[in-house]
């Protein structure tokens, strides 16, 4: 069964940095591009970052672009997200996601269970 | 960017109604439109993808339609277990965008 597993939200002051993990397993990582979803307390869904399945591309949403950084290691099937120069309103849940098709980004079919990031003083 | 409005903001049925949820593109995604359903506490589910596919698994009282700017999401007969939020969400373009999202409540 697929599974995907995120790790590294915590507690972090207003322009400090976390590096969230996103373990996956049972698929093969290295054919499909990764996405992060963010979804602040109470709030809708909001699109964060995506990477192709090489590494080589990567895409971010504009409220994050300069500060986040998305990688991956297809070796571990793992995805990361390095957040830094953290605000108040990158509070929220951390879910990464998988697509269905190997091509698009055709349905998000797979979602971890999220890690909660906090960011106050 | 590409808007998604979605509504109702939230909607209240009794069990066994028919529930209906519109989606508009600020414009044409083609048929790149996916639904989710979320429970509180827990990720999104798929249950639609490309408008109006069917996730495997999903009851077939959920269905969808629609394509350019305009979609309808519908549970045909609603069930106890159906209190979520849903959200709409393209892919015809990054960065991929969310409908705001319809919180169903059992009247």
């Known amino acids: 069964e697929v599974e995907l597993s995120e790790s590294g939200g915590g507690l972090v002051q207003p322009g400090g940095s976390l590096r969230l993990s996103c373990a996956t397993s049972?698929?093969?990582?290295?054919?499909?591009?990764m996405i992060w979803v963010r979804q602040a307390p109470g709030k809708g869904l909001q699109w964060v970052s995506a990477i192709s399945p090489s590494g080589i591309d990567t895409y971010y949403a504009d409220s994050v672009a300069g500060r986040f950084t998305i990688s991956r290691n297809n070796s571990e099937s793992t995805v990361y997200l390095q957040l830094n120069t953290l605000r108040a309103d990158d509070t929220a849940v951390y879910y990464c996601a998988r697509p269905r098709d190997t091509v698009t980004m055709e349905g998000l079919e797979y979602w971890g269970q999220g890690t909660l990031v906090t960011v106050s003083s | 960017d590409i808007q998604m409005t979605q509504s109702p903001s939230s909607l209240s049925a009794s069990v066994g109604d028919r529930v209906t949820i519109t989606c508009q593109a600020s414009?044409?995604?083609?048929?790149?439109l996916n639904w989710y359903q979320q429970k509180p506490g827990k990720a999104p589910k798929l249950l639609i993808y490309?408008?109006?596919n069917l996730e495997t698994g999903v009851p077939s009282r959920f269905s969808g339609s629609g394509s350019k700017t305009h979609f309808t999401f519908i549970i045909s007969n609603l069930q106890p277990e159906d209190i979520a939020t849903y959200y709409c969400?393209?892919?015809?373009?990054?960065?991929?965008?969310f409908g705001g999202g319809t919180k169903v409540e059992i009247k």
């Open positions: 969400q393209q892919y015809d373009n990054l960065p991929l965008t």
């Open positions: 414009q044409a995604i083609s048929n790149y």
């Open positions: 490309d408008a109006s």
């Open positions: 049972e698929f093969t990582f290295s054919r499909y591009t």
